[in-house]
Structure formats: C-alpha cells, structure tokens
C-alpha cells in the first residue's frame, strides 16, 4: 500500500441511506469510512435524509455528513438538490454504494462534469435474482440513468469473483476491483482472554426482515428439525412495514415458543446476541457480501449460510455449514449443527476466528482499498490497483 496519493485526498461515499434504512450497506459504508480515515483521506457522506439519519450518525465516526432531501417515492430517491450538494462537496474522488436508484443519476453527472473518478459498488444489486425482480422497474432505471452511471464509470467494484462475473454480464465491464468487505476486529475474548466452550442451542438471525432473506424457509426448516428441547430461534431485524407484519402475523400463526422475533437490535445488545448464539444462520436468496457473517465470525461465531452469501471460502476451511434454501435441507443442516460435539464446534469457532483475523481483517482489506482509491486518484487504468 502507498498512501501518499491520498493525504488530504476528499473521497465521497455516496448512498441512498446513511442510517439503518440502508441495512448492510449502510454498514459497510461505516466500515469504509474508517478505512479512509485510516489511510489519511477525508471520507465525505453524501445520502437522502431520512427519520434516522442523525439518530445513527455516530458509527460513521468523524466523517462529514452530507444530507440531501428527497421527494416523492423513497423507493426511487429524487434529490432535486443532491447534484448541487456533491458538487459543493469538492470531492477528488466519488465512490457509489448501491444502485437502482437516484444517486446513481447525481453520481454520473458529478462524473462528468468534475472528469474525476467515479466508483461503483453495486453491493450484491446486479445478483441474478435481484435482476430478475421488479423487472419494469429496473428497465425504466437502466433507461432513465444506470446505463449512463456505468458508462460513466471508472471503475467498478465487486465483493467476490461471482458478483464480478454479475457486473460483466450487466454493464460489459470485465475490469471490475474485487475488495471483500472488511469484518470487525476481533472481539478481546476472541483474542483468547477467556476459553470458548459450547453455547446454548441458540440459533440467531440477524438483518433486514425481506424475502430474499428467505425467512419463511428458515421458520419452515426450524420446525422441520429435529432439535434439542431448549433449542431456540432468534429473530432479529427490521424491514419494511408490511414484510415486518407478514412475519409477525406467521410467527403468531405458528404459535412456536421456540421462535422469537425481538425487532431490531443495535450496539451492545447486537453484540450480544452475536457472542450468545451457537451459530449465526443466514440462508439467503440473494446477498453481496454480508456484514452480519463477517460481525458473527469476529465475535467466534460460525454460521449456517446458503451459497447466496458467496463466502465459499467459509465451507472450504469449515467455518460455515452450507445450507440450500428449500426448508428440507435447512432443516438436515440445523440438525447436523446440533448434532456436533464441543471439539467440533470449538473448530469451527477457530475457522472463523481465522477468517476475521485473516483475509477479512480491517488491516487486510484496508492496504487492498489503498492500493485500489490510490491507483483511481493517480488515474491507473481500472484492475490495475487492487487484487
């Protein structure tokens, strides 16, 4: 890594929600403005306002904030005065997090009238099964402004090979950065303060409550299972509105004790539920690289996770079981997770421990966006600064 390119460098961090709204990507835009900080550069915010914004301001840390107001839907994220805001901004360098919406628009204009660069990280948006959900709308979108945001581009940026693989067969673009996301350090009882034993069979969800979560499935093969008697399913989340109620009205329907839905948790209590639970399950649709594993694996936590979270690494040094997404084969997986003795788990619990404190370690991912924000600055061509 050479930081000299980014001492007193402004890198924009531009998103559709700089708050809880924004789920994991609101996470991993926290995380990226540490590691801007980190490597001497100014991370500058940029997002729509909303209820929570300054509610959460405190885990973007010392990052300026920039909130635009929006109008009309909030799925489509209409900021009459966002251009205006990064234009005022004096940004050497502009790095979008997420697509499909408004944002996408500013951030391409801002492109070209500045002529600096612009990088894109689409975070998981360009997944075949998010393509091929809300089909009219999407179509209206690349029409109105992604097509022109892609071209627009320097680069872009993808978690894993297969979201790579995603944004070619997309945009036509083969020269895409790919940067994992970067976990949390690594908790000090991680660090071997305090011996781990076998938890509690306390199973947690943690995450946007939404369907390609594939929650249903979860409840499904939870009841399926067969599981030890003090076994428990945690439940929590937030979400839209009424994929909230859907789930409220399931859970109340089933009438299983054994499954709790606690809303939303955040700080201590979060952190909790991570160092508690037996594992961490997340048997998706559709991800891009989710923080929630990554928080699980630093607190010595393995997982139970579907290949749609695209951590193959994981399975291959046995830090996650696999599980597919139909409630047959999540119900097999949990049990098979019950079923391993403590020297088994605790190995796992080291596996994941390995994966924190290795290839995703703050350190390791923060000399990985040096290499990449600095060759952009010094205008390398794409894929030439990071690997």
């Not at 509105?241 to 089933?254: I, K």
């Amino acid at each position: 890594m050479n930081p000299a390119p980014l001492a007193g460098a402004r890198i924009g961090l531009l998103t559709s929600a700089a708050s809880r709204l924004g789920g994991g990507v609101f996470e991993a835009v926290a995380a990226q403005a540490g590691i801007i900080r980190a490597l001497g550069a100014a991370p500058v915010v940029v997002a729509l306002a909303d209820p929570h914004a300054l509610e959460d301001r405190a885990k973007l840390g010392e990052a300026e904030l920039v909130l635009a107001d929006s109008a009309g839907p909030r799925q489509i994220g209409y900021a009459p005065d966002l251009i205006r805001r990064l234009d005022e901004a004096r940004l050497d360098l502009l790095h979008l997090h997420g697509i499909w919406m408004y944002p996408s628009r500013a951030g391409s204009v801002w492109a070209r009238r500045s002529g600096r660069p612009y990088l894109i990280s689409p975070h998981g948006m360009l997944d075949p099964w998010i393509t091929a959900r809300g089909r009219w709308k999407k179509a209206l979108a690349r029409i109105g402004y992604e097509r022109a945001s892609w071209a627009a581009a320097t680069a872009f940026h993808a978690l894993t090979l297969r979201e790579a693989r995603d944004i070619a067969d997309e945009c036509g673009r083969s020269d895409s950065l790919v940067i994992a996301n970067a976990g949390p350090q690594i908790m000090m009882k991680a660090r071997g303060s305090a011996p781990y034993e076998l938890r509690a069979p306390r199973l947690v969800y943690l995450g946007r409550i939404h369907r390609k979560k594939n929650l249903a499935g979860l409840i499904e093969g939870w009841r399926r299972a067969t599981r030890p008697p003090q076994a428990r399913l945690i439940i929590a989340g937030w979400g839209d509105d009424d994929d909230v109620a859907d789930l409220r009205a399931l859970l109340a329907g089933l009438g299983d004790a054994s499954i709790e839905f606690v809303g939303p948790v955040w700080g201590e209590a979060k952190q909790r539920l991570l160092e508690t639970a037996r594992f961490v399950v997340l048997p998706s649709f559709s991800e891009g690289l989710p923080m929630v594993v990554l928080e699980a694996w630093a607190a010595g936590t393995p997982t139970i996770m579907s290949e749609g979270c695209n951590l193959d690494s994981a399975f291959e040094v046995g830090a996650a079981l696999r599980c597919g997404t139909d409630p047959a084969d999540i119900a097999r997986v949990l049990e098979a997770g019950f079923a391993l003795t403590e020297p088994g788990w605790l190995a796992m619990t080291g596996a994941a421990l390995g994966l924190a404190g290795g290839p995703f370690a703050p350190a390791t991912i923060t000399r990985c966006w040096g290499d990449a924000y600095g060759a952009l600055l010094a205008g390398v061509p794409a894929g030439a600064g990071a690997k």
